[in-house]
């Protein structure tokens, strides 16, 4: 099984390259097919910190949003749960529906901090509120940006947008009128499918695995079209950038790897990679598998890390850790409440302040969210 690593080159790339690519080439990334396991201790390379969330309403698993001072959730009817950082619950709003100020459906929930304003994307608008659930602004979105794959807040203007079946896929979007301000220039020859089709009683099914083609890197968003063979960094500042290429195009290439973006912690950077094949026979595919790159090093292990507060406990990190939060160098992971308890019975809890928590919680308590704030080397 091929995986991707990224070697030294790649190291110097993201760590010194990215922020200055006139001083140095464009750097590869290569191929190897296999790692050894190196034990990272969460502690290390992050401020651990547990929030309980009280149980005046029941949330879903994962937060939607989570910004300086929300934990923001959306439920099933669509309602938006406002919770503060402290875990507790402060307020609600619901505008599900199909008429002016509303929104069928919650695909991307965003923050203009800026604004001060939770934007929701809906597929076919955009939609601003306070989070008193006040309509600030409604955006009618062309047939084009109906079916964006990811979307994020770029700057005090504009979202920055992913059209996953185009071939020029990043687009700048207006929060003034909803229109496409400007294309990146980021062209790519051959839109390269993430799902693969698979036929089952008549019926024709998409997979799709777990990737991450814009995610929080620093001061921008690093890109990493599946259809492109170089990596870049967009910065609202400092403008668009290549970062790293890969040796061997994704083009071409029966079952590709896909590499997902890397997340900076402690001397390292954390990633994954995933296959792209599927059995139908036995419902399994897209293997993934999690890395860590020595900063200092460059060389290549695989994840292994422990929170020494919860023995036994291991964490994978990855751009996931970071997709619902604001900043690069912070993450947000949740831990259910049987879970813990199971934990906690076990004697595997070691942080006092967790253990507090845990006492407080039954099986059917809202999750525990496990913050951290990365530091870097």
Not at 29 to 46: G, N
Not at 115 to 142: C, H, I, M, P, Q
Not at 194 to 200: A, H, L, N, T
Not at 346 to 369: F, K, Q, T
Request: some cysteine; overall charge negative; hydrophobic content about 40%.
């Amino acid at each position: 099984m091929k995986n991707i690593h990224l070697f030294l080159t790649a190291v110097l790339c993201a760590a010194s390259s990215c922020s200055s690519p006139e001083k140095g080439e464009l750097l590869e990334v290569d191929l190897s097919t296999s790692a050894p396991e190196k034990e990272v201790v969460l502690q290390d390379i992050s401020t651990v910190s547990y929030v309980a969330l009280d149980d005046s309403v029941v949330v879903p698993s994962r937060p939607r949003l989570v910004t300086d001072t929300r934990i923001v959730y959306v439920d099933s009817e669509g309602s938006f749960l406002l919770f503060g950082k402290d875990g507790k619950y402060l307020k609600q709003f619901n505008h599900k529906g199909q008429g002016p100020g509303e929104y069928p459906m919650v695909r991307r929930v965003l923050y203009d901090a800026a604004a001060s304003w939770f934007w929701v994307y809906s597929g076919n608008k955009l939609l601003a509120y306070t989070e008193d659930g006040e309509l600030r602004s409604e955006l009618a979105l062309d047939e084009s940006l109906m079916n964006l794959w990811e979307l994020v807040d770029y700057d005090a203007g504009h979202f920055l947008g992913n059209r996953m079946n185009s071939t020029e896929p990043y687009i700048l979007i207006s929060k003034e009128n909803g229109a496409v301000a400007d294309t990146l220039d980021l062209s790519i020859r051959k839109f390269v499918e993430p799902y693969i089709k698979v036929e089952d009683g008549g019926n024709t099914f998409a997979i799709t695995p777990v990737f991450y083609q814009i995610v929080r890197f620093e001061d921008g968003y690093l890109l990493t079209n599946l259809g492109l063979d170089t990596c870049y960094v967009a910065d609202r500042l400092q403008g668009l950038r290549p970062c790293l290429r890969r040796s061997e195009s994704v083009h071409g290439v029966k079952e590709p790897t896909f590499l997902n973006a890397w997340v900076e912690a402690g001397g390292y950077y954390f990633y994954s990679t995933v296959e792209k094949r599927f059995a139908l026979e036995t419902q399994e595919g897209f293997p993934q598998e999690y890395y860590l790159m020595e900063k200092n090093t460059g060389k290549i292990y695989k994840q292994h890390v422990v929170n020494e507060d919860i023995e036994g406990l291991d964490i994978r990190l990855d751009p996931a850790v970071i997709e619902r939060t604001l900043h690069a160098d912070e993450g947000v992971l949740v831990l259910q409440a049987d879970e813990l308890l199971e934990y906690a019975e076990e004697g595997a809890i070691r942080s006092e302040a967790l253990a507090r928590i845990v006492e407080s919680l039954d099986e059917d308590s809202n999750p525990v969210l496990m913050f951290l704030s990365f530091s870097g080397q």
